[in-house]
């Protein structure tokens, strides 16, 4: 099943990485996957017209979480300080995808907590990876920090911190939440 509904306003799109769409009062997206799976990406539109998504949050920039981005003609793009600051510092190994690079052209602003929603640095996977959490509905989005099976991201890319992914993982493992939705299905 490429769409998958994971509570009451909230879609996973299995796009080799997970995407995430949140219906809510302003909808938003959570990565949107690699672009090799655009025509999965596209099912999204089945749920909810893509322009109607304001907001795309990228959890880190590894081309499998931005590949698709230009399917959201209206919305405002953001990452974490630390990884717009490695984007621009180093492309190649913030992307990990020459074309990609090419390709994404997006101006990035920083995110911060909103709407209930907070914004965990999770250094580890990369040095401005973010995990997404919501206290009151128990919700967390760790993109590529911690995986269902209790698989964690790689920390041997250009821009990780091995040294700094035992603190993280501890940090978020002791937030409370009942749904986990992770940037992958390992």
């Known amino acids: 099943m490429i769409i998958e509904k994971v509570d009451h306003d909230i879609w996973k799109i299995k796009a080799d990485s997970n995407s995430y769409l949140i219906t ?4 938003f997206v959570i990565d949107t996957g690699d672009r090799m799976h655009r025509d999965r990406m596209n099912h999204l539109t089945k749920i909810l017209p893509a322009e109607k998504v304001k907001t795309v949050i990228f959890t880190h920039l590894h081309y499998d979480h931005i590949g698709n981005f230009d399917l959201f003609p209206n919305a405002k793009f953001f990452a974490s300080a630390n990884e717009i600051q490695d984007l621009k510092k180093n492309p190649s190994g913030t992307i990990l995808n020459e074309r990609m690079i090419e390709l994404f052209n997006v101006k990035l602003e920083t995110i ?3 709407d209930g929603w907070r914004i965990i640095p999770c250094p580890g996977h990369t040095r401005g990876s973010i995990s997404i959490w919501h206290p009151e509905r128990k919700i967390l989005f760790s993109g590529d920090t911690l995986f269902k099976r209790g698989g964690i991201g790689r920390v041997d890319l250009p821009t990780s911190q091995p040294q700094h992914m035992d603190a ?19």
């Open 168 to 186: 993280t993982l501890k940090r978020i493992s002791g937030l409370d939440h009942k749904i986990l939705c992770p940037g992958h299905e390992y």
């Open 112 to 114: 911060s907590d909103f």
């Open 24 to 27: 809510g009062d302003t909808p």
